[in-house]
């Protein structure tokens, strides 16, 4: 009918157990605003249930509780494009700090919480539960990379590493004896923040995300998940690769940098790497993660 309204495909975001940052990034963006029709998201449209009809699901959060897998088995099955999106799906992330036993002995001793939904016996990825089309990894995934897996923009491809957009000046010349990072003081914002003290994992992480965290003077620490080169590999290949990094290009002890890279700081992230070469998990396919 002439004049009539162009259809556009209608999209849903499924929020399982997480801290609403990757919805924030996608409202963000603007670029799909008049090509996808928002249909469901708890967080700003007001309604219980997911259509029928639409296209394209991404899914935000953990499975930590029965509650979660039931949504996310029950949505899956009216879509044909599944994106598991950020470090929670991807890996449990933020949501993985509900394994831990104190947290949780703290949480069950509350008598009126008895009737939340029953918790699981530790946060899981969503693809435990189903087939996934697209990985999307970030905490949060920046708004560019949104539209990337949302529109697949002509020319857009995700760099190798965090290093190749990162833009810090590696040198030779200037080596440390040890971490110190923000105790050193001031920061130059030219040169690799590996050269300044820094434990900073961008040359085995998955670029894409423009660097904002080390352009600004923050080290990466890999939530954007492992770079092709380590992605179906064991955790012992990678972590050996960041290893002779920092022996070349410092001269920080081996045991202080061992000790740092297994350290809360890092381990939320950096030991997703692993999730990704299977093992009691399903093998996550380098072409399928952007």
Same mark, same amino acid.
């Given at each position: 009918?002439?004049?009539?309204?162009?259809?556009?495909?209608?999209?849903?975001?499924?929020?399982?157990?997480?801290?609403?940052?990757?919805?924030?990034?996608?409202?963000?963006?603007?670029?799909?605003?008049?090509?996808?029709?928002?249909?469901?998201?708890?967080?700003?449209?007001?309604?219980?249930?997911?259509?029928?009809?639409?296209?394209?699901?991404?899914?935000?959060?953990?499975?930590?509780?029965?509650?979660?897998?039931?949504?996310?088995?029950?949505?899956?099955?009216?879509?044909?494009?599944?994106?598991?999106?950020?470090?929670?799906?991807?890996?449990?992330?933020?949501?993985?700090?509900?394994?831990?036993?104190?947290?949780?002995?703290?949480?069950?001793?509350?008598?009126?919480?008895?009737?939340? $939904?029953?918790?699981?016996?530790?946060?899981?990825?969503? /693809?435990?539960?189903? #087939? &996934?089309? @697209?990985?999307?990894? *970030?905490?949060?995934?920046?708004?560019?990379?949104?539209?990337?897996?949302?529109?697949?923009?002509?020319?857009?491809?995700?760099?190798?590493?965090?290093?190749?957009?990162?833009?810090?000046?590696?040198?030779?010349?200037?080596? $440390?004896?040890?971490?110190?990072?923000?105790?050193?003081? /001031?920061?130059?914002? #030219? &040169?690799? @923040?590996?050269?300044? *003290?820094?434990?900073?994992?961008?040359?085995?992480?998955?670029?894409?995300?423009?660097?904002?965290?080390?352009?600004?003077?923050?080290?990466?620490?890999?939530?954007?998940?492992?770079?092709?080169?380590?992605?179906?590999?064991?955790?012992g290949v990678w972590m050996e690769s960041i290893q002779r990094v920092f022996e070349?290009?410092?001269?920080?002890?081996?045991?202080?940098?061992?000790?740092?890279?297994?350290?809360?700081?890092?381990?939320?992230?950096?030991?997703?790497?692993?999730?990704?070469?299977g093992g009691n998990r399903r093998i996550r396919s380098k072409d399928k993660v952007?």
């Open positions: 009918m002439e004049g009539a309204l162009k259809k556009i495909p209608k999209f849903a975001v499924l929020q399982l157990s997480g801290c609403a940052g990757c919805e924030v990034s996608l409202l963000n963006a603007s670029e799909w605003y008049d090509k996808y029709e928002l249909v469901y998201m708890p967080l700003v449209v007001s309604t219980h249930h997911i259509p029928d009809d639409i296209e394209v699901l991404l899914i935000s959060g953990g499975v930590r509780n029965d509650e979660d897998a039931y949504k996310l088995q029950r949505a899956v099955k009216l879509v044909d494009r599944v994106i598991a999106v950020g470090t929670c799906a991807i890996s449990g992330g933020v949501t993985n700090l509900g394994d831990r036993d104190d947290v949780r002995e703290i949480f069950l001793s509350q008598a009126k919480r008895a009737h939340l $939904p029953q918790l699981l016996s530790k946060t899981h990825p969503v /693809d435990a539960y189903v #087939d &996934i089309d @697209l990985y999307l990894p *970030g905490c949060p995934p920046t708004p560019e990379l949104f539209m990337g897996a949302l529109l697949d923009p002509q020319g857009f491809k995700a760099a190798s590493i965090v290093c190749a957009e990162c833009g810090r000046r590696k040198l030779n010349d200037m080596k $440390p004896d040890h971490i110190t990072g923000f105790q050193k003081g /001031d920061l130059d914002p #030219d &040169i690799c @923040l590996v050269n300044q *003290g820094f434990l900073c994992v961008g040359t085995s992480t998955r670029g894409g995300c423009r660097a904002p965290c080390t352009r600004a003077g923050h080290p990466c620490v890999g939530c954007r998940g492992p770079s092709n080169a380590f992605i179906e590999k064991e955790s070349r290009m410092t001269n920080i002890p081996s045991e202080e940098l061992n000790e740092a890279l297994r350290s809360p700081q890092l381990s939320m992230f950096l030991f997703q790497f692993s999730d990704y070469a952007l």
